[in-house]
């Protein structure tokens, strides 16, 4: 089965200041791949996603690439603000979005310092 | 917007006994998948069901079982309860073909605290 793996598992940066967190997948056929938010004991919430037919999107201050030859794909935060403080998580599926279920990444806890 | 309504939020049980849980999708959704997500760890996928059929299994236990009913809401069954059942449980569901988004939307879970 699909294998996520994401990197670092903590990441600290001061206010304003870009945030950089990256996942690689195992299956070639997943073609799937958004991130999720999630504060402590709350729901995952999508940030943004990627199709594999895109090698990049941006949205506002969140911006995700995709290198599918390498199999691997990264979340970029630039101007980062006190409430992006939270969990972020990475994930793949095969489906497109469509009724597979999606690999998870162990998560990073992203810490914005004041 | 509606979201994803799950029930109960906080459940307690004593070992051995049986759970259900409730999800009901956003209004015209026709997919629901199920997530545990224990303390500090990721969300893992159990089951998905696709207009009333399964359609993805995942690391769901024999012990566990979950259907999609006519009204497309989805109940998740859970026997023979254990300790380290004690987790967050996430429904999320979908409009297959929206090409829009291809994200789907988690509800805000249930907790169930196996004792």
């Known amino acids: 089965g699909e294998n996520v793996e994401q990197h670092p598992s903590t990441l600290s940066v001061q206010e304003g200041d870009s945030a950089v967190i990256k996942c690689t997948y195992s299956?070639?056929?997943?073609?799937?791949f958004p991130w999720y938010k999630q504060e402590l004991g709350k729901r995952p919430q999508l940030i943004i996603d990627i199709r594999s037919n895109v090698g990049e999107k941006k949205d506002q201050r969140i911006a995700v690439t995709l290198n599918k030859t390498a199999k691997h794909f990264s979340l970029h935060i630039t101007e980062t603000q006190p409430e992006d403080s939270a969990v972020y998580f990475c994930a793949a599926s095969k489906s497109g979005g469509g009724a597979d279920g999606l690999t998870f990444g162990k998560g990073t806890h992203l810490i914005i310092q004041p | 917007a509606a979201g994803v309504i799950q029930s109960p939020r906080h459940l307690i049980k004593e070992k051995r006994e049986t759970a259900t849980l409730k999800c009901y999708p956003i209004p015209r959704h026709d997919t629901v998948y199920w997530y545990q997500q224990g303390p500090g760890q990721d969300p893992q996928f159990l089951i998905s069901f696709y207009e009333k059929m399964q359609s993805d299994k995942g690391s769901i236990p024999d012990r566990f079982s979950a259907q999609q009913f006519s009204d497309y809401h989805s109940e998740l069954n859970m026997s023979s309860l254990e300790l380290g059942d004690s987790a967050l449980y996430f429904c999320?569901?979908?409009?297959?073909?929206?090409?829009?988004?291809?994200?789907?939307?988690f509800g805000s879970g249930t907790r169930l605290t196996v004792v």
């Open positions: 299956d070639s056929a997943s073609n799937y």
């Open positions: 999320a569901s979908s409009r297959l073909g929206m090409t829009r988004n291809y994200g789907y939307t």
